[in-house]
């Protein structure tokens, strides 16, 4: 088989999906899965519809194309704020998109209206991580904005927390939230349907008991991936954290000194060596580098020390093995590898397909 090579268990992406729609169900939350991390993979998207969720959402055109195009029959949504280069495409193959900015829905509406085809809105609002976000205090005014434009249909409301500021979904943010919910509706004597919130780093506050107000979804991705939360990365009880496993093969094998010798400068990644002098080590090299993953993210299922990386090469301490060339070597990915390593095309992705045991 060839590597470096990332290997998909769907069995275990089945099931994490499965718990998380049937806890969050009981709540009274939908569950919409997150594919961007996956490119849009059409294998994993029909595993997450398979094991119940709503609908799917995806930050990139070039994904929801790709899924669109493999007939993965589910309503799409566009997560990331459009680029007004990209109304087009968003119309013409997302039901509904995230919005903050009136300019682009209103390029949205031109769009749709042109194509006769209903475009959904969500509107994404501020609640304290800074990310993307209309003020709360201007919200209605670009709703009597929105309310009025053809061939839109204003969804409902949704937030992000927990990404740029690593701010907590709790119940103060989400309160207001659901207050906000309420006013709209009476003002504009409107129903909102969809209320979103927010990615996996809403866990936490929904499966702790708190009442939901008018939450009713949440848009999942890591969660459902990786078994764990992002708030502390604490592994989700009752889910795997092994869905992905990479697999590398050792290049070069030799006892080396522990530290360089000559003159030091610094190295081509801007670092400097900070390495103590253990003596003599085995040295390995492993074949993939920073084009193809985040190594600080990865960590080996053996007891190899990493001790650095370049473009092409991953260089480990692995004195309590006998490694030879052309073994493999296997590691854990967290979220930010996991992107990588699925986003470099030097990395073969291997799917293990749902056992009819695992959907029984
Ligand atoms: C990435 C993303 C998500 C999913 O986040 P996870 O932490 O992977 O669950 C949800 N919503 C938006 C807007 C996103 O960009």
Not at 17 to 30: D, F, P, Y
Not at 63 to 79: C, L, P, Q, W
Request: hydrophobic fraction near 40%; include cysteine.
């Amino acid at each position: 088989m060839s590597t470096p090579r990332l290997e998909i268990d769907l069995n275990k992406i089945y099931h994490n999906a499965k718990i998380l729609v049937e806890r969050l169900g009981g709540l009274g939350l939908s569950v919409t899965g997150v594919t961007k991390s996956m490119l849009g993979h059409p294998e994993v998207a029909n595993t997450l519809l398979q094991a119940g969720v709503v609908s799917l959402g995806d930050s990139r055109i070039e994904n929801i194309e790709t899924m669109h195009e493999a007939k993965i029959n589910s309503s799409m949504s566009m997560i990331r704020t459009p680029m007004l280069s990209q109304v087009e495409r968003i119309v013409l193959n997302s039901d509904i998109s995230f919005n903050t900015e009136l300019i682009t829905i209103e390029a949205l509406s031109k769009v749709a209206s042109k194509n006769k085809r209903f475009h959904g809105v969500i509107l994404m609002v501020e609640t304290g991580d800074l990310r993307e976000g209309i003020m709360p205090e201007d919200l209605e005014e670009i709703i009597e904005m929105v309310l009025s434009l053809p061939y839109i249909e204003l969804r409902g409301l949704g937030t992000n927390l927990g990404c740029r500021n690593g701010v907590s979904p709790d119940e103060i943010n989400m309160n207001e939230l659901s207050r906000l919910v309420e006013t709209i509706e009476s003002k504009f004597d409107i129903t909102l349907d969809i209320i979103s919130g927010g990615n996996s780093s809403s866990l936490n506050w929904a499966l702790t008991g708190q009442d939901i107000g008018r939450i009713n979804n949440l848009r999942l991705g890591e969660s459902i991936l990786l078994g764990c939360e992002p708030l502390y990365r604490k592994p989700i009880e009752g889910l795997y954290t092994d869905a992905f496993r990479l697999v590398v093969e050792v290049i070069e094998s030799k006892t080396k000194p522990s530290l360089p010798w000559g003159i030091i400068a610094q190295s081509t990644f801007g670092e400097k060596p900070t390495e103590h002098d253990r003596g003599d080590i085995t040295q390995t090299i492993l074949a993939i580098g920073r084009q193809d993953i985040d190594f600080t993210g990865v960590n080996a299922y053996l007891d190899i020390d990493i001790l650095g990386a370049s473009s092409d090469h991953l260089i480990v301490d692995s004195s309590q093995y006998q490694m030879v060339v052309g073994d493999k070597v296997s590691f854990n990915v967290n979220y930010s590898a996991l992107l990588q390593a699925m986003t470099s095309p030097f990395v073969i992705k291997t799917i293990i397909p749902v056992s009819n045991k695992t959907l029984k």
